[in-house]
């Protein structure tokens, strides 16, 4: 006689986290936190070039590449470079004063 099979899913999926935390979006323990992002003005036509690369790089082996992490290696390397050439490659003073609101 054949086995009787359950309406759904047979078994639920380990997601490792919570209903409540995957429907808050709370990260699991062993994932670190997201970074705070800044929104940046570029030039319309950088945008363009930006989401160009972005879309051939996905086509040449980066399926999953966003413009912000394209954004992200490029500012890395373009910072590394400038810290090489006008200050011996080290990093520049910092201006935590300023990030934090005051003056």
Known sequence: MAERRRGGLARLPD??????????????????????????KVDESLADQVRDAVLFMRGRGRPELT?????????TKALQCLRDEANEGAQFPSTHRRRNGTR
């Open 15 to 40: 997601f490792g986290t919570s209903a409540e935390d995957r429907l808050l979006g709370t990260p699991a323990a062993d994932e670190p936190p997201p970074t705070r992002r800044r929104p940046l």
């Open 67 to 75: 413009q912000n992490e394209l954004l992200d290696e490029l500012l």
